[in-house]
């Protein structure tokens, strides 16, 4: 009887770019790339695979398509799941005429049944289909609870051969482990608590940043199978931002790194967007994470300011252009955070002999009260380069407002131009002929400084590639325009 263990990628759907269609091609590519890079088996059609938003006849095409691209090679368990008992159990008779290997069926949700109805939909399917079944607990999606006592009554069931939990709830798993471990395998389904599941006992996992990153929860996973909980647990660090962004976003997230590292796999399905469930902020962190697993490979970017062409080994994907130059006037705007502690900047870079150090200065000599502008400094009396001015965005009223612009605020934009020039993002051989003026917008009800800096930070790292890239371009403008609005539209 098979039983799940290891790594397996919940697949993301690839669709064609206008979303109305699956793309065969592409799901191709994506089983392959999982496939070459070790993991233990594929599952099509479930939660990141937007199941819910497949038809039929789509989930059908899925399955096919992915069969016939796996050939043997590694497991095939088909999400299977459906809200009634009926459906589900005709997904299942078709994975398994189909030849997979397993079906993971969800919990039944929507209606949000109670044990007897939950008890009898997983005994009807088991018992009519004679496939091995993995049992599913995502509540956060159902609404629905399998509670490990019924999974520890399911347990008795021939066929049902294991478990996977997206709680994130390490107690739950525990309990699990404690009463069926003999009986069935359980598979962590939660990105942010592999290495503590998988050193708890699970078999394995299966995980919507698979699709990503298969190769490093693979090693992960044979890290601990060895008894390497060290090593496992440097890893997990390494890629906890990554796997915490996937696990909020879902097939969101999942897709926009995988389009970022040119395995294409088109659009998520409306309701979901970019924008949406993954924030345009934490899809420039995700592109940041990437970089550094060495999943986006760099490629040498030429500067073009003034008569000095600059050459450095710039960390970028194909948004951002083999020549950057016209550094006049660059415009840069990022948001991070939310509630109190929310940042926004809104920046210019350009050369000290252009518009821009005319502005530079004209500030400088006439500030507006309320909106006193200063230098960005690391530590007293040591500014950083590009040398660059801070301007409040709101009118700073009381010394407990100043003091949070020209502290936390300060600190974190003059570090953000720091890293910034480190890691090349701008040119080091250009600082000397570039300036910056940054809005800087502090609510004047925010009271937790270390996130001010957080936020600030994360804010102006974004504003100064996006400059630097000129980003959002056109087409982007007009692809997110329906989706716009105002970041503080409902904060009242």
Partial sequence: MFKPEGILPALVTPFTDD???????????????????????????????????????????????????????????????????????????????????????????????????????????????????????IPQCTGVQLSWQMVEDLAQIPNIVGLKDSSGQLSYILAVLEKVRDKINVMCGHDEVVVAALAAGCSGAILASANVIPDIWVEIYNHVKNGELQKARELQYKIQKMARIIAGSGAVGTKAALNMMKVKVGPVRKPLSVGGELTYEAREELRIELEKTGKIKPKTITFEIGEKPVEERFKAIDVTPEIIRDFNLRVGEALAGQGAEVAHIDLLIGKKDGPLGEAFA??????????????????????????????PTVTIRSMREASMVYGPAQTAVAKAIIDSVAEGIIPKEATEDLIIIANVFVHPTAVDRQRIYINNYKAMHHAIRKAIEGRPTIDELIENKDR???????TP
């Fill in 484 to 490: 716009s609005k105002h970041p503080f539209k409902y």
């Fill in 19 to 137: 979303g109305k269609a699956v793309d065969e091609e592409r799901l191709r590519a994506l089983v392959s790339h999982c496939i070459e890079l070790g993991v233990y088996g594929v599952v099509p059609c479930g939660t990141t695979g937007e199941f819910v938003n497949l038809t039929t006849e789509e989930k059908k095409q899925v399955i096919d398509i992915v069969m016939d691209e796996v050939k043997g090679k590694v497991s095939v368990v088909v999400g299977t799941g459906a809200s009634g008992t009926d459906q589900a159990l005709e997904m299942t008779k078709y994975a398994k005429d189909a030849g997979a290997d397993a079906a993971l069926i969800v919990t039944p949700f929507y209606l949000k049944p109670k044990d007897r109805g939950i008890y009898q939909h997983y005994h009807t399917i088991a018992s009519e289909v004679d496939l091995p079944i993995i049992l599913y607990n």
């Fill in 362 to 391: 004209k500030a400088k000599a006439a500030p507006t009260q309320g909106h006193e502008p200063l230098l960005a400094i690391l530590e007293p009396n040591l500014a950083v380069k590009p040398v660059t001015l801070i301007v």
